[in-house]
Nanobody, 115 residues
Framework: QVQLVESGGGLVQAGESLRLSCAAS????????MGWYRQAPGKQRELVAV???????IYGDSVKGRFTISRDNAKNTVYLEMNMLKPEDTAVYYC?????????WGQGTQVTVSS
């Protein structure tokens, strides 16, 4: 089994920054992709940023230029540096990993940006 544990969410004001972390543990092998999605109230889950096995890094259009995804392969951890946050970035942020054994999701971490 694989576990993904997110941390780093919170309440900030518009223009501020936050850094999210996602640590993967368990039987990890053959990581095809790993990254972040988010879901705001009443909206569908959307891509934020993800590493793929291309290797490629893909960002959602709404976060390009403001968010940066990075990773520490030795720690099986991905990070999401979020700068210039906007109220519309308010959502639950989910870490996800696509492994040879299947797709996995974390429990989510709330990010709230006040205006």
């Amino acid at each position: 089994q694989v576990q993904l544990v997110e941390s780093g969410g919170g309440l900030v004001q518009a223009g501020e920054s936050l850094r999210l972390s996602c640590a993967a543990s368990g039987r990890i092998s053959g990581i095809n992709a790993m990254g972040w999605y988010r879901q705001a109230p009443g909206k569908q889950r959307e891509l934020v940023a993800v590493f793929t096995s291309g290797p490629r890094t893909i960002y959602g259009d709404s976060v390009k230029g403001r968010f940066t995804i990075s990773r520490d392969n030795a720690k099986n951890t991905v990070y999401l540096e979020m700068n210039m946050l906007k109220p519309e970035d308010t959502a639950v942020y989910y870490c996800t990993a696509n492994l040879l054994s299947g797709d996995y999701w974390g429990q989510g971490t709330q990010v709230t940006v006040s205006s």
